[in-house]
């Protein structure tokens, strides 16, 4: 019961970082409490209302998600309202867990099918207790909460609260079967919040272009505009990079971003995941580490003593921090269809005290043994993902 004391024991509009450490590494950190036990106690805690938004819902018997699943069935047994959000697509290749869920009184799953809307899914991943809301890279998968490395956020400032409810009522009427839906604009400029007890401003930002609360929370052109204004450093990591979208189409505006950046002599460095030396992404990732000022290297975990575990063991946080002072966390990959065509979200945040927190994760698997520079002569083998 103290592992959410880090997170609900300061005054209102407290903010604070999770993570995945992979087991069977040294990327622990001992001051981050791990998602699992973060979900698990936040749920285990809920009193009105549980919203979930997830990209999909995959459980093995025993693993780390087992207890948050058993903690969202509790909720709904003790008359919490409880609702789940999942990406119609995805429930295709993931079906079991969601129809667990939907089967439990009390609990209620909707399939958002973004399809004929933006061509993209519903890749966010967040979930709304009682008025604090928690976001990040983690699916709502047993290897996310225990294979993967992952990071995550809370907050429980109302406004912005407000604004990811404003999202997840838009998306969920949607999904009911509405043909179009506003969300509200709740917020207008940043708030005040405190993480580790010191001042810091937070917006919250969300994409695809075309499903915005408001125009202006639109996270892509704000990433832009923060890199835009780095003077002393630029340090991005994410699963993957890419310079085009799925289909057709160029996307060049982070890409562009950062090579002003190197070009202004701000130094950049750049983490993705061994994920993304496959044939067909690594091309996009080579040519930018070519750019003088640009450093990118790839991390790769090791494979697990049980042996081989599809779609797990890789690096999947995603944040930006720049100049040490302004950072953005969120659920999206740097690639054209994040920002254009799926749902994502994620915070701003302007603070010493965070960035400070990010660069030292940043650095913490940067210096780390499973992380090599990008060779862009290099030919890299097939990374293996699946069975």
Not at 17 to 30: G, I, M, R, S
């Amino acid at each position: 019961m103290l592992l959410l004391a880090l997170l609900a024991c300061a005054p209102r509009a407290t903010l604070a970082l999770y993570e995945t450490a992979p087991v069977e590494t040294t990327l622990d950190h001992a001051d981050l409490p791990e998602a699992w036990q973060v979900w698990g106690q936040a749920i285990g805690e809920a009193q009105a209302r549980l919203d979930l938004a997830h990209f999909y819902a995959s459980e093995q018997e025993g693993s780390r998600l087992s207890p948050v699943i058993a903690a969202v069935e509790a909720a709904a047994d003790r008359g919490v309202a409880v609702r789940f959000l999942a990406d119609a697509k995805f429930q295709k290749t993931y079906p079991e867990t969601l129809a667990r869920l939907d089967a439990r009184d009390g609990i209620e799953v909707r399939l958002l099918d973004l399809s004929q809307r933006t061509d993209g899914v519903l890749h966010a991943k967040y979930m709304l207790v009682d008025g604090t809301v928690f976001l990040g890279s983690q699916n709502f998968d047993w290897r996310s909460l225990e294979h993967v490395q992952e990071l995550g956020a809370s907050l429980d400032q109302p406004q912005v609260v407000a604004a990811f409810q404003d999202v997840f009522e838009a998306d969920w009427a949607l999904a009911g079967g509405a043909q179009a839906v506003a969300a509200k604009a709740a917020l207008e400029a940043p708030v005040v919040a405190r993480f580790g007890g010191e001042r810091v401003t937070v917006l919250p930002v969300f994409s695809p272009q075309g499903l915005l609360p408001d125009p202006d929370l639109w996270d892509l052109p704000r990433l832009v505009a923060m890199i835009d204004g780095a003077q002393r450093t630029v340090r991005a990591q994410m699963l993957s990079y890419e310079t085009h979208i799925y289909g057709g189409g160029e996307f060049t505006e982070l890409d562009a971003a950062l090579r002003r950046a190197a070009g202004r002599g701000v130094p950049v460095e750049l983490l993705v995941s061994h994920w993304n030396t496959r044939k067909s992404k690594v091309g996009d990732i080579k040519e930018l580490a070519r750019v003088p000022g640009i450093s990118v290297r790839f991390a790769t975990i090791p494979e697990h003593s049980s042996g081989f575990i599809p779609f797990a063991r890789v690096v999947h946080s995603k944040f930006l921090v720049v100049d040490g002072q302004q950072a953005w966390v969120g659920t999206s990959n740097w690639g054209g269809d994040y920002f254009y065509k799926s749902r994502n979200v994620g915070l701003l945040v302007d603070g010493a005290a965070f960035a400070a927190r990010l660069d030292a994760f940043f650095l913490d698997l940067w210096t780390s043994p499973y992380t090599q520079a990008l060779d862009p002569s290099a030919d890299y083998p097939e990374p293996r993902t699946r069975e």
